[in-house]
């Protein structure tokens, strides 16, 4: 891949972290980081070598006890 992005955003889509690497094969992100957020969307943007996009994305929903 040329370009490898991911981004969590909160529930109302404000970014919270974003990272940028062509070699990621991981991204972990500090649970302090989160903010307590009970809802995390996150996107996944790869740019291949042939200038093609592929873009994945989810929630993650987080339960505090």
């Known amino acids: 891949a040329k370009k490898i992005e991911i ?3 909160n529930s109302n889509r404000k970014l919270i972290v ?3 690497d062509s070699n ?3 991204y ?3 649970f302090k980081d989160l ?3 009970k809802t995390i969307i ?3 943007k790869v740019l291949f070598e042939d ?3 592929q873009t994945k994305n989810g929630v ?5 006890q």
């Open 42 to 44: 996150w996107e996944l």
């Open 18 to 20: 974003s990272h940028s």
């Open 35 to 37: 903010n307590k957020e």
């Open 28 to 30: 972990s992100v500090f």
């Open 24 to 26: 990621m094969k991981s």
């Open 60 to 64: 993650i929903q987080i339960t505090y």
């Open 7 to 9: 981004s969590l955003l």
């Open 51 to 53: 200038n093609t996009t």
